[in-house]
């Protein structure tokens, strides 16, 4: 029953951090209908932007070696700064790398190629300036907080590390912020009009190029959140720590359908809770545990849990 309750706590905080992230997927996605391959290079860039923000310096390798800024935000302060200036940069990939093409009427396969180049650059842009090592958070994420949290008894204790707590809290008011934005306000409103059909948005008198704009920036905030939130618990692993979870973050919209909000949080979920269930044994298969699930609904279910079938028009 501990490690039961340890399995299901630690899959809750990894599933909500994987649904953050790929909503920045399925934002963009359900707008463009293109997959934004530059969202994993966000979410390196983003855990970086927290790092120095947090007044740490960097090592020994790149141009920026042993520099630091002269002052230092608390973690929390620091997520929400470097989440912000990620999403002002993914606002400058959607002018250079999707606009262009947009305007021009190119096929959407070229823009899904512009952006996994931009993402190639941004990643080998990372390791000139910082170098390929690793960089762990301070300790003072958590404040005076404990270590961890215990769940369980005295006789019988189930301690949580308490970075893991602050993750999955964090996680969940971002959910209910970006549910309530995309419900209830004329912002949302908006964008699901445009992601509906742009041209007959447009028509009504909605600016489609600032809400897309809008999206792209929304989309980055989101995947900065997520790198900042897994480098506070395993660390910053290198320019190239978002690719696995760009492949996690494809995996987890398909599973939970294509463009759909509900399903990218429901399809990282089920992913976060998978992979905590691993047994420790087999722990170096638990990306398999993605593509394996992925698999699987694609043979069941191609349209994803919570996906609509498509109809085709002839």
Do not use: W
């Amino acid at each position: 029953m501990t490690h039961f309750i340890q399995s299901l706590l630690n899959g809750l905080s990894i599933g909500s951090v994987y649904a953050i992230f790929a909503l920045g997927y399925t934002l963009v996605f359900s707008i463009l209908g293109i997959i934004n391959f530059a969202h994993g290079a966000i979410f390196t860039i983003g855990a970086y932007f927290t790092y120095v923000l947090t007044g740490a310096s960097f090592g020994f390798n790149g141009i920026l070696a042993n520099k630091s800024l002269p002052f230092g935000l608390p973690f929390i302060l620091a997520m929400i700064v470097g989440s912000i200036l990620a999403g002002f940069l993914s606002i400058l990939i959607e002018r250079l790398a999707f606009r262009p093409l947009r305007r021009c009427g190119a096929d959407r396969l070229l823009s899904l190629v512009s952006s996994l180049g931009v993402a190639i650059v941004a990643v080998n842009l990372i390791q000139y300036l910082v170098g390929a090592q690793l960089y762990t958070y301070s300790g003072k994420i958590t404040g005076t907080l404990p270590a961890a949290v215990n769940f369980g008894s005295a006789s019988n204790p189930i301690p949580i590390r308490t970075v893991q707590i602050v993750i999955f809290g964090v996680s969940c008011v971002i959910l209910v912020a970006l549910t309530f934005l995309i419900n209830d306000t004329k912002i949302g409103k908006a964008l699901r009009a445009v992601a509906e059909d742009a041209t007959t948005a447009s028509l009504l008198g909605i600016n489609t190029d600032r809400l897309i704009m809008f999206t792209f920036f929304l989309s980055g905030f989101l995947g900065g959140m997520a790198g900042s939130l897994v480098g506070s618990s395993v660390g910053i692993a290198g320019p190239y720590f978002g690719i696995a979870f760009g492949l996690k973050g494809l995996a987890v919209i398909v599973l939970g359908g294509l463009g759909d909000i509900p399903g990218a949080v429901v399809g990282g979920l089920i992913l976060g809770l998978a992979e905590a269930f691993v047994p420790s044994d087999y722990s170096a298969y638990k990306d398999a545990v993605a593509f394996g699930l992925l698999f699987i609904v694609l043979l069941l279910r191609p349209q994803g849990i919570l996906g609509r079938v498509q109809v085709q028009k002839v």
